[in-house]
């Protein structure tokens, strides 16, 4: 893959370079290491939290449907509370543990199936339900300390890595692309009931705010402008504002109401399980266990590659920390009433920006705690704006591509499946999924099954039990 785009310039100032507490920073941080400089960090991670923040949003609003004490939404503001600092202890854990550029939040697509199925269809209460993030997030913290996460890491094959990294790429434009109009989406992908998805209209402002907000961006990355995904964000959403298209910031500062009615529920819930609910309690914590597993191998490794991380043993160094770090933010996040907080595919953009050390990560981290603050200015960046970041991310990512051997079916098939099913299955565990399973069986086909590793095979079991434990249990 090409780096000149999404690398610090040669002549970025190490760590060396710098005294007092910005040298401890720059040591701790290894900045030499990785040609990194203070300006650059910074800006990585005021693009990470900016394509990101709409979780602050999005995510209460999905939870409040089956979250709420008396009616749905009525713990709202609470939940935007939780969002915030679920995701700044996770990204604060993965900045001074594992030391990458990677930031966490309640994971999209998960909280709902914690909302919709697991509470509104099976009938459990959500303080249960989030009993099972608490128990799935304690078992990924005994899985990392006897190493068998990191082992799964490894036993993802060069073919799938290369593939989860393009199709995180597409799954990324999918969505920047697909967002609704309705709620300030670039709507350039919509729905479609004979062809299922096509393209948006013009007549849609944001939807021609989104493609003004490309080419602005395209153009700032042509010329080489530093930070240029985030001034394209902060770009098109002024001109948004200014259209009267999207509305301005209504304040500066608002404080949201502490969690008094979330915090420590996931403890009492346990309290609720009994004979009547233990399987489906066991069925929710399983299916929660297995996406945020293999989404975090997912981003991880396809994250991972994009920036450099994977040596040639197709290992991420200090794999480990970066499980572990993911699996106290689930476990510190149940604590407080959240859903299961992940790794999120948004980080890619940071590292596009040249974000190369946990610094990037830290910065996330004190934005996620600043937005408790400053949520009006940060709820008011439109998903419009957005969206151009999440397509040129997506460009920079795909270009992993050329290194798939696709004159090799036995890697170009479950490399083009994984590719095809993270943004059509929506995702990643989906691709890795589809990917894996046929990964050791088309090389068996061919009598090669000596170059699959018995790890690999294990994997592949785990995600045939998966989709066979969860047909039988959720249809």
């Not at 604060?92 to 966490?104: C, D, G, K």
Request: glycine share 10%.
């Amino acid at each position: 893959m090409s780096r000149e785009l999404i690398e610090p310039p040669e002549s970025s100032p190490s760590g060396p370079d710098y005294t007092g507490w910005q040298g401890a920073i720059a040591r701790y941080f290894k900045f030499d290491e990785y040609n990194a400089n203070f300006r650059t960090e910074m800006l990585a991670g005021l693009t990470t939290f900016m394509t990101m923040g709409y979780i602050l949003v999005v995510n209460p609003l999905i939870l409040s449907d089956a979250i709420f004490l008396e009616q749905p939404k009525d713990l709202f503001q609470e939940l935007i509370f939780n969002t915030a600092i679920c995701s700044a202890i996770g990204t604060l854990a993965m900045a001074l543990l594992a030391r990458y550029p990677f930031a966490l939040a309640p994971g999209m697509g998960i909280n709902a199936f914690f909302a919709y199925s697991v509470v509104l269809n099976l009938g459990i209460p959500w303080q249960t339900a989030l009993s099972c993030v608490l128990v799935e997030g304690l078992i990924f913290i005994a899985l990392t300390l006897t190493d068998i996460r990191r082992h799964l890491i490894t036993a993802v094959p060069d073919a799938i890595k290369l593939a989860t990294t393009v199709g995180i790429g597409l799954f990324l434009a999918y969505i920047g692309l697909g967002g609704a109009t309705e709620t300030g989406g670039a709507g350039l992908v919509v729905a479609n009931e004979v062809t299922k998805t096509s393209f948006g209209s013009f007549r849609e402002p944001t939807t021609l705010m989104a493609t003004i907000g490309i080419f602005l961006t395209a153009f700032l990355m042509l010329r080489r402008v530093k930070g240029a995904l985030l001034w394209g964000i902060i770009g098109t959403a002024l001109l948004g504002w200014a259209l009267g298209i999207a509305k301005p910031p209504t304040g500066i500062v608002a404080i949201p109401p502490l969690p008094v009615h979330l915090f420590g529920q996931s403890i009492r819930g346990l309290a609720g399980i009994n004979g009547d609910t233990f399987w489906n309690f066991f069925a929710a914590m399983l299916v929660f266990l297995f996406v945020d597993m293999f989404d975090t191998i997912g981003t991880l490794s396809g994250v991972g590659k994009q920036a450099g991380y994977i040596d040639e043993n197709g290992e991420l160094p200090r794999a480990n920390q970066a499980l572990l770090a993911d699996a106290i933010g689930t476990t510190g996040g149940a604590i407080f009433g959240m859903s299961t907080v992940t790794t999120f595919v948004e980080s890619a953009a940071g590292i596009a920006e040249g974000g190369r050390t946990g610094f990037t990560a830290l910065v996330v981290a004190i934005l996620f705690m600043i937005s408790l603050l400053f949520g009006p200015i940060f709820e008011a960046i439109p998903a419009f704006a957005t969206a151009p970041a999440l397509l040129i991310v997506g460009v920079l990512m795909t270009m992993s591509v050329v290194y798939i051997k696709w004159d090799d079916l036995t890697e170009a098939i479950p490399a083009f499946l994984t590719i095809f099913f993270i943004p059509m299955g929506f995702s990643i565990a989906a691709g890795l999924s589809a990917g894996l399973i046929t990964y050791p069986v088309l090389k068996t086909f061919q009598g090669r099954q000596r170059e699959v590793p018995l790890v690999t095979w294990i994997l592949a079991a785990i995600f045939v039990a998966r989709y066979a434990f969860m047909t039988a249990r959720f249809g």
